[in-house]
């Protein structure tokens, strides 16, 4: 597992926060409205809001046998640590 990373994620706009992955962990530190979704990477990027699940103010798990990119979406700007 490599460093944790800081990401910016901008306001109601999904934002790829991780690409190819297969597990790590999404840390809410902002404490952010904060929705996850994911698509098979190299398949496009989705289009609408309603595609995500809502991880609340805690974390959540990435865990997949198929590498998958990682997207978020949020109502305010803030920051996420995202370890993989």
Known sequence: MANPVMVNVP???????ATNVTSGVIYNISNLPLFQTYRM????????REEGVDIGDGEAEILSGDGIDIYLWSNSEGKIRLDI
Do not use: H, Q
């Not at 306001?11 to 926060?17: G, H, P, Y």
């Not at 990477?41 to 609408?48: E, F, I, L």
């Open 41 to 48: 990477t190299g398949d496009p990027a989705p289009t609408s």
């Open 11 to 17: 306001a109601n706009a999904w934002t790829k926060v």
